[in-house]
């Protein structure tokens, strides 16, 4: 399966973003989804996972309240609409796929998404 991530950009903070993550190749459906993030100088780390149907989410501490998950199975495509953007969510956020279920360990995951660039600004 491929992905591609897409909507990310220059923000300021208290806006508003929604990426995306379309998927090609195989059934999106037969894969739950993840989405990592990662800042200069840091640790990719998680943001939030959803299972195949859509019924089961997870988000990381540093986010929850503030973004929520979902998908499209029809369409194909994964979603991440952030509010709140603060400062410290400037990373670049990827999406990523595994078979089975849902999971909050990155090296889990089995395809990747090429990231997408978020700033945010003051």
């Known amino acids: 399966v491929q992905l591609q991530a897409s909507g990310g950009g220059l923000v300021q903070a208290g806006d508003s973003l929604r990426l995306s993550c379309a998927a090609s190749g195989r059934t999106f459906s037969t894969y739950a989804m993840g989405w990592f993030r990662q800042a200069p100088g840091k640790e990719r780390e998680f943001v939030a996972t959803i299972s195949r149907s859509g019924d089961y989410w997870s988000y990381g501490s540093s986010v929850k309240g503030r973004v929520t998950i979902s998908r499209d199975n029809v369409k194909n495509t994964g979603y991440l609409q952030m509010n709140s953007l603060k400062l410290e969510d400037t990373a670049v956020y990827y999406c990523?796929?595994?078979?089975?279920?849902?999971?909050?360990?990155?090296?889990?995951?089995?395809?990747w998404g090429q990231g997408t660039q978020v700033t945010v600004s003051s």
């Open positions: 990523a796929v595994r078979l089975r279920l849902s999971s909050t360990r990155q090296t889990e995951y089995e395809f």
